[in-house]
């Protein structure tokens, strides 16, 4: 595995996290059933967001093998309902899942309302967050705050729900590029992951307002990992920002 570190014993492994000391990868915003939700909106676009999830999580669960795959919130897409596409995708995910690691962790995100009926048939739970005692770390959707015990003692946060990217300006194009970022949340440490959603790439944490209420500080101090066909470091945002 490629060792792109954020933090000790914590590599990024394409658009997910590998907590070695746990065996555990972690993947964020699948967004299943996408595109029959814009379809409903009158945007017609070819279902290609599970089926390319699905390829690039192979190649993640292949090189990492993890003993576990913790799914960082967002699931599926709709809010108010189960989709036809969502009940299939959701389901045929976890099974796929499974062929490669003995555990399922799911946390729940603001997309995952009613996700109990679907993970319910998998014999699965789902969790408002997950706290990871060999890193002290905290791992929780980000799209709201917490105040568990858990989250007053972890010294790492690792969230997701923003769907990080940087814009890169090439003349007058920026080109989207998803991101990895690491900063600060008050004492604690901070990491933003990207969503593996195959058809939006994401915000542009340089130029877009954000939504987490991790991210509502100043980020120029935050370093960014971007994903491409590779893990390239950026450095501090401060550099970036045109």
Known sequence: MNKNYVLPGIAIADL?????????????????GYEEMLNKQGV???????????????SMLEETKPARVIINGDLKHEFGEISRQEWRE????????????????????????ILGPLVKRKGLEILDELYITEYNALILHGHKLSRSKEFKKAKTLIIAHEHSAIGLRE???VELYKCFLKGKYGRKKLIVMPSMNAVAIGSDVLREKL??????????????????DKVYYFGKLEELYS
Not at 90 to 113: Q, S
């Open 44 to 58: 017609f676009i070819p279902r290609i967001n599970f089926r390319d999830i699905k390829k690039r999580l192979r």
């Open 171 to 173: 003349g007058q194009r």
């Open 90 to 113: 959701v389901l045929e995910m976890l099974d796929f899942i499974e062929k490669y690691a003995k555990e399922i962790v799911l946390i729940k995100g603001n997309h995952d309302t």
């Open 211 to 228: 939504l987490s209420p991790f991210l509502q500080q100043e980020l120029s101090d935050f370093e960014c990992w971007l994903v491409e």
């Open 16 to 32: 997910g996290l590998y907590l070695e000391k746990k065996q555990a990868l972690i993947i964020a915003d699948l967004h299943l």
